[in-house]
């Protein structure tokens, strides 16, 4: 088991990581996850020791990864895949690690073949596309047969059939007993690979939970509604028939509206007794991926800003309605869930506080840099407002880290 308890790390005035205090057991996949920056690979490197905690501490089976007896016939890391030397072949990369290790060279053959790289083992790690890096850092990993397993962004860069492979290989190691721990931006991958979820956001956390849970608390129903194209008014005449109802409306980008707070009977009703007629009333459920792009929405660092394309432009056909912006993200087309206070609690409302995690009650040092959205105007904008939360030039990417992380320096 890990266990990480108030868990802080600073960069000079930058805290990267703030109070954490988690565990990951054994037996199912933990899936990591936040928002570009949010601290996962912090966190990781934190856990294996590549790191030490400004506060707080991090233990693998009661251990600090330092004082952790035979740490690498324990623990497995795949932290960065390019971290290879590109000269040496891949079976000698992992041959080296091996001997460092005491492990034996027999053990290379085997783990080659459960990545896949058998056919190439005698190549130059730097001809290898991302994917064959992302199997060879994942095969490094799982040289000394380890209890617990540690990856960051396995899926990254592999084709749909790699990230399959990937996918079943963290259940089947889970599935093992073993502790697997998988840090990610992709909700949707997660919601697939994981059994437990642990989100962060600004170095914080935002939930601890079992996905099954989280997708209980988070993803909330909604109702379409689509009035006829051809008579725009009946839309705007029903939305504040709803609203008045006490539903929450927002515009679909086509031209629908998305209802939470009112059960669809009611909206039937409503829309008859407004003399509304409908070309559509439907149920809905918001996607996970929705869920955590509002959990996280004011935790995000790195925001892009609209793409007008202002030359581009269509004109609207007559009759047609511009996308209006969505309250709470400014940007047309964004469908997540309103928040809590905004939603109702029917059957097609929007869900309750954001879970409850450990973490939730620790005041969150960044709330006041969070980016707040714009309200959306009376009228559309023809091109929505949308600051940056950052300047455009901050990178996406973490700084490079002061410890190595190559997988082998995880051991
Ligand atoms: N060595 C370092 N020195 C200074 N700042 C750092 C250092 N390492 C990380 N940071 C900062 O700490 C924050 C968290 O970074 P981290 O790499 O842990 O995030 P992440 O969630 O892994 O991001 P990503 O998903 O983009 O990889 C970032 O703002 C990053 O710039």
């Known amino acids: 088991m890990i266990e990480a308890v108030g868990l802080t790390k600073r960069y000079g005035d930058k805290t990267a990581v703030y109070n954490l205090s988690f565990q990951v057991r054994p037996g199912a996949v933990t899936g990591f996850l936040g928002p570009n920056g949010s601290g996962k690979s912090t966190t990781m490197r934190m856990i294996l020791g590549l790191d030490n905690p400004t506060a707080g501490n991090v233990t693998i089976g009661g251990y600090p990864y330092r004082k952790l007896p035979n740490a690498p016939r324990q623990v497995g890391a795949l932290l960065d895949a390019k971290a290879v030397h590109g000269g040496r072949a891949a079976r000698s990369h992992l041959l080296s690690l091996a001997q460092l290790s005491g492990i034996p060279a027999r053990r290379v053959d085997e783990v080659l073949g459960v990545v896949g790289l058998q056919d190439v083992a005698r190549k130059r790690s730097k001809g290898f596309s991302l994917g064959m890096g992302q199997r060879l850092g994942i095969a490094a990993a799982l040289l000394g047969d380890p209890q617990v397993l540690l990856f960051d962004e396995p899926v990254n860069g592999l084709d749909p059939e790699g990230i399959l492979w990937v996918r079943n290989l963290m259940k089947s190691l889970a599935a093992e007993g073993r502790t697997v721990f998988v840090s990610s931006h992709l909700m949707s991958e997660m919601a697939l690979t994981a059994d437990h979820l642990i989100v962060i956001g600004r170095g914080q956390l935002l939930a601890d939970m079992s996905v099954k849970d989280f997708i209980a608390a988070n993803s909330a ?73 509002r959990m996280t929405q004011g935790a995000v660092d790195y925001r892009s800003t609209t793409d007008q394309k202002a030359g581009l432009m269509q004109q609207l056909p007559p009759g047609a309605q511009p996308p209006m912006p969505v309250p709470g993200q400014g940007q047309p087309g964004w ?77």
Do not use: C
Not at 267 to 278: E, G, K, M, Q
Not at 342 to 347: E, L, N, V
Not at 369 to 386: D, F, G, I, L
């Open 221 to 293: 129903g909604f109702a379409r509604v689509r009035t006829p194209d051809t008579e725009p008014q009946l839309r705007e005449k029903l939305a504040g028939a709803l609203t008045e109802a006490g539903g929450h409306v927002l515009p679909e980008q086509d031209g629908a509206l998305r209802v939470t707070g009112l059960p669809l009977p009611r909206i039937s009703d409503i829309a008859h007794d407004s003399d509304v007629r409908l070309w559509e009333l439907s149920p809905h459920q918001a996607s996970l991926e929705e869920a955590y792009m």
């Open 335 to 411: 469908y997540a869930p309103p928040p809590p206070e905004q939603g109702g609690q029917g059957p097609y409302g929007a869900p309750g506080a954001p879970a409850a995690t450990p973490g939730a009650g620790v005041p969150n040092p960044y709330a006041a840099q969070a980016p707040q959205a714009p309200q959306p105007p009376a009228q559309p904008p023809a091109a929505p407002p949308q600051a940056p939360a950052q300047p455009p030039a901050a990178p996406a990417t973490a700084s490079a880290p002061a410890a190595p992380t190559k997988p082998e320096d995880a051991r």
